[in-house]
């Protein structure tokens, strides 16, 4: 198991940008999988992006692909989701969670979260 704490979440216009960190405590973070999701008001969590343990294979959601970029830096033990163009769609809590397997999008193989940070983008 890894704590996780987000932070980066503010409120931004549309059409700029914001970085989220995630902040893993633990010396096994390299071995973890890492990987963003959100969950807007009034709706199911969803999946937004996640990295291999190197760094090596990111996966996206569509809705965020060509728009978010996935990163982490293992030395830090930190992940980050860089998030450009953003939409007022995106408005949403975002959470970082650690995956002790393989690069998934499936909720139930992350085993540790983060609080969340909030991101609203005004129109």
């Known amino acids: 198991q890894v704590q996780l704490v987000e932070s980066g979440g503010r409120l931004v216009q549309a059409g700029g940008s914001l970085r989220l960190s995630c902040a893993a405590s633990?010396?096994?973070?390299?071995?973890?999988?890492m990987g963003w999701f959100r969950q807007a008001p009034g709706k199911e969590r969803e999946f937004v992006a996640a990295?291999?343990?190197?760094?090596?294979?990111?996966d996206y959601a569509d809705s965020v692909k060509g728009r978010f970029t996935i990163s982490r830096d293992n030395g830090k033990n930190t992940v980050y989701l860089q998030m450009n163009s953003l939409k007022p769609e995106d408005t949403a809590v975002y959470y970082c969670?650690?995956?002790?397997?393989?690069?998934?999008?499936?909720?139930?193989?992350?085993?540790?979260w983060g609080q969340g940070t909030q991101v609203t983008v005004s129109s």
């Open positions: 969670a650690a995956n002790p397997r393989d690069l998934s999008r499936i909720e139930g193989d992350f085993g540790s």
């Open positions: 633990g010396r096994t973070f390299s071995s973890y999988c």
């Open positions: 990295i291999s343990w190197g760094g090596g294979r990111t």
